[in-house]
């Protein structure tokens, strides 16, 4: 995939010299040839490219996370009954008026 890059960005610097050097050409359209025929596309298809490695990579680093939140909290458990103590009514009880 970096040849193509490569490739690609030569051939837009290649097209801005000619535009600069032409007699009718200015530097400042050979800044833009080069600006929206070389770098914009190919930014543009790297980062579309990329996509699934970046997601892969953020999903491998949230397991990781999720992971090393697993084994601290190992020692101090959430559980109700975890610490041997009675474990409380999920809803307490209601005395009647008399």
């Given at each position: 995939m970096h040849l193509v890059v490569i490739a690609w960005l030569y051939v837009a610097l290649m097209m801005a010299v000619a535009e600069?050097?032409?007699t009718t050409g200015t530097v400042l359209g050979a800044v833009f040839t080069f600006l929206l025929y070389g770098l914009a596309p190919v930014a543009l298809v790297?980062?579309?490219m990329t996509t699934p490695a970046r997601r892969r990579a953020l999903r491998e680093r949230e397991a990781a996370e999720r992971e090393a939140a697993m084994r601290a909290g190992a020692s101090a458990s959430v559980a109700p009954d975890a610490g041997s103590e009675t474990p409380a009514d999920a809803v307490p009880?209601?005395?009647e008026k008399e």
């Open positions: 600069a050097t032409n790297v980062y579309l009880p209601v005395r």
